[in-house]
């Protein structure tokens, strides 16, 4: 199977309302191409260097979605055409970014990234510190939060991932408005879990690329 065939059916089975971000760290520009001429105009990268040089070369119009943890002296080289950051997980990230876009008269759209997972491994805030973390980033005009992102447990037991995504989407509830309005929970494994506990982004890579080596 192709990326065009993986990416159509994918669409097939998630509802119209849920924005597909095809992760495309690690693959060829040769293969994004082909999902973009397909359509696809939302991609995720988790890795500055490989997304800049992505950038420079690739259609001007893809949309860059940043899904990896961000060091803040590194910042600066995603601000400029950033679309969104989807691993904003300190206060200091925070106030980089926002430093970042005044530079380049940009608002920048982020999401939260709250701690779900029972590994110590996954980055995030804890969830009790969300609803601070969002009134204290009030003051900061250059960045825009648009909501909570969350990875699960790496795991087979579908019921700790169920419950960790549905921790997200109650706390994800709780802030939800007008401007917060993205629940960014799902990748290739567990994407139909994450929509059925209120996902309306999802990450996808290797079910739309095939496995990454
Ligand atoms: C790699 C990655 C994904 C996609 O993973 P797949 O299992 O290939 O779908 C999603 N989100 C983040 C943060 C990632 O690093």
Known sequence: MGVIENLHLIKQTIPQSVCLIAVSKTQSNYDILKAYNAGQKNFGENKVQELVQKQEKLPKDI???MIGHLQTNKVKFIAPFIDMIHSVDSL???NE?????????????????VHIANEKTKFGFE?????????????????????????ASFTDNK??????FSLINTLF?????EKINVLSTGMSS????????????????????????
């Open 63 to 65: 949309r860059w979605h």
């Open 159 to 164: 019921n700790e991932i169920i419950k960790e």
């Open 190 to 213: 567990d994407y139909l879990i994450a929509i059925e506990n209120g996902s309306n982004m999802i990450r996808l890579g290797s079910i739309i690329f095939g496995k990454r080596i």
């Open 92 to 94: 200091k990230l925070i």
């Open 97 to 113: 970014i926002d430093k970042r876009a005044k530079q380049n008269n940009r608002i920048i759209d982020c999401l939260l990234q």
């Open 173 to 177: 509830k709780k802030v939800e408005n």
């Open 127 to 151: 969830p009790d510190k969300i609803e601070g973390v969002i009134e204290e980033t009030k003051k900061n005009k250059n960045i825009n939060i648009k909501g909570l992102m969350g990875m």
